[in-house]
């Protein structure tokens, strides 16, 4: 698979290509994807409106695609009734969850490393546990300022292809698709929120930037989870929490 594109061109492709081109660009890029890795592609679904959009395309390309979910302690009541319906109708999405005990309000001392063990830890757990060689995300280039620096396919750690299909779609368009495709989204929306994440460290923002309401009053405000920025296979000791 094809690893390098310059983000000039990224850019490039994310302002001159139509709804359509991008659409079928995606589902290209999964089909070729789940040619060369079959059942060891998985996708992450998050339960947001990028995942959405990548679950409904990687279900019309092959609809045995498995998926995983990571969720946490602290996800909103509407995101967790929402994953359960979503388990229901797609009982091969699997469910990831770290239960093992934290410091009382660890979201607000140290939201790394609270996100580190919440959300970073199950998703390698996913990763291991579904023998996993390609994973797929919802990642868009046009999110936001830690997004800007990202590839369609990438392999940031050895033997783990990551797979981000949507990442030159923007935001319009995910919502363009959703409605074309009648596809259900999380409830949390319908109240406001443009970027979902945990009920202590989001909430519902205006303006320019997409992920703004996230982690509000911390140096990582509009800022990452971490499972796109820390290794999850082949972990070096160091680095291990
Ligand atoms: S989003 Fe907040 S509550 Fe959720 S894992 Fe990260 S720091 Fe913890």
């Not at 990224?10 to 302002?15: A, D, P, R, T």
């Not at 996913?126 to 990642?139: P, R, S």
């Not at 368009?173 to 460290?201: D, F, I, K």
Request: aromatic share 10%; hydrophobic share 35%; proline share 5%.
């Amino acid at each position: 698979m094809e690893l390098n594109f310059e983000l000039e061109e990224i850019q490039y492709l994310v302002e001159n290509l139509n709804f359509a081109q991008k659409v079928e660009r995606s589902l290209n890029l999964i089909r070729n994807a789940y040619q060369e890795y079959g059942d060891k592609l998985v996708v992450a679904n998050s339960l947001g409106k990028d995942s959405s959009v990548v679950w409904h395309l990687a279900k019309s390309v092959n609809p045995s695609i498995r998926g995983f979910i990571v969720t946490t302690r602290f996800k909103p009541k509407q995101t967790v009734e929402f994953m359960h319906r979503m388990v229901k109708i797609y009982p091969e999405l699997k469910i990831y969850k770290n239960d093992e005990a934290i410091p009382e309000k660890l979201y607000q001392s140290d939201p790394d490393k609270c996100c580190f063990l919440l959300k970073v830890k199950p998703t390698r757990e996913a990763i291991e546990d579904m023998h996993v060689n390609c994973w797929v995300t919802g990642l868009r280039c046009t999110e936001g300022r830690t997004r800007t620096n990202f590839r369609e396919i990438e392999e940031r750690d050895k033997g783990l292809i990551k797979l981000n299909p949507i990442l030159l779609w923007y935001e319009r368009e995910v919502w363009q698709y959703l409605a074309l495709n009648n596809v259900p989204v999380n409830p949390m929306y319908a109240l406001g929120y443009r970027s979902l994440g945990c009920e202590p460290c989001t909430i519902i923002s205006a303006g320019e930037d997409e992920r703004a309401g996230r982690w509000v009053g911390t140096s990582k405000n509009g800022g990452e989870c971490g499972i796109h920025t820390n290794p999850l296979k082949s972990i070096p000791a160091k680095i291990r929490y």
